[in-house]
């Protein structure tokens, strides 16, 4: 399974855009791109997910390059409610997490 | 659709004694995953079944632990002479693999064991 790495953590304030890189260099054909949001004490909720290009729904975009070597979950103007771990995900068949990228959101 | 369910929510147990897990996927998912998390760390993938098959088992599932889906349906996670070193959140997640376009996979709220 593709390993993915993406920053430990990540500080921003309420209103801006935070943009978080996952990097992916061993993905394969016919695994796509997903990305979690986990909050204290829940299971993991899903955000969105894609295989090329870019992806947008009502909470996210995400945008991958043409060789989905990489990819960029991207949230625009974040809450506090948003401070959360976020986890990049590849695979088919069984989801593998890594550490995930911790996202604090100060006022 | 009620998501995914678990039971029960926290479970408090003495060291050597035996617990069991149930979890209730999405009816109409065919996959359904067993991940182990610590505090600070991702979900550890441990199995998966599709349908009533166990398709795959982690190494860090070791022989105290067993997981079934006898009917397709609901699973049990069943940890026999517990250790400290189990205390965790298990979570219970679901999936489909006939989704049309890819999949994602939804996940229960877990069930926290304290071991004492």
């Known amino acids: 399974l593709a390993k993915t790495t993406q920053p430990i953590s990540m500080d921003s304030y309420e209103g801006q855009e935070v943009n978080i890189t996952c990097s992916h260099n061993?993905?394969?054909?016919?695994?796509?791109i997903t990305w979690y949001q986990q909050f204290p004490s829940q299971g993991p909720r899903f955000i969105i997910q894609?295989?090329?290009t870019k992806v947008t729904n009502e909470v996210a975009s995400l945008f991958i390059p043409a060789d989905r070597k990489s990819s960029t979950l991207s949230l625009p103007r974040v809450s506090l409610s948003d401070t959360a771990v976020y986890y990049c995900?590849?695979?088919?068949?069984?989801?593998?997490f890594g550490t995930g990228t911790r996202l604090q959101v100060f006022p | 659709d009620t998501g995914v369910s678990q039971d029960p929510r926290h479970k408090i147990t003495k060291r050597g004694q035996n617990v069991t897990f149930r979890c209730d996927p999405i009816?109409?998912?065919?996959?359904l995953y067993w991940y182990r998390q610590t505090l600070g760390q991702g979900p550890e993938f441990l199995t998966y079944?599709?349908?009533?098959?166990?398709?795959?088992k982690s190494r860090l599932l070791s022989d105290r632990f067993s997981a079934e889906r006898p009917k397709g349906s609901f699973s049990t996670l069943e940890i026999q002479r517990t250790e400290q070193g189990d205390s965790a959140m298990y979570l219970c997640?679901?999936?489909?693999?006939?989704?049309?376009?890819?999949?994602?996979?939804?996940f229960g709220s877990g069930t926290r064991l304290t071991v004492v």
């Open positions: 997640a679901s999936s489909s693999s006939h989704a049309g376009t890819g999949f994602y996979t939804t």
């Open positions: 061993n993905i394969a054909t016919n695994d796509y």
């Open positions: 894609g295989y090329k």
């Open positions: 995900l590849v695979g088919a068949d069984k989801l593998i």
């Open positions: 009816s109409e998912h065919n996959r």
């Open positions: 079944f599709q349908n009533e098959a166990q398709l795959e």
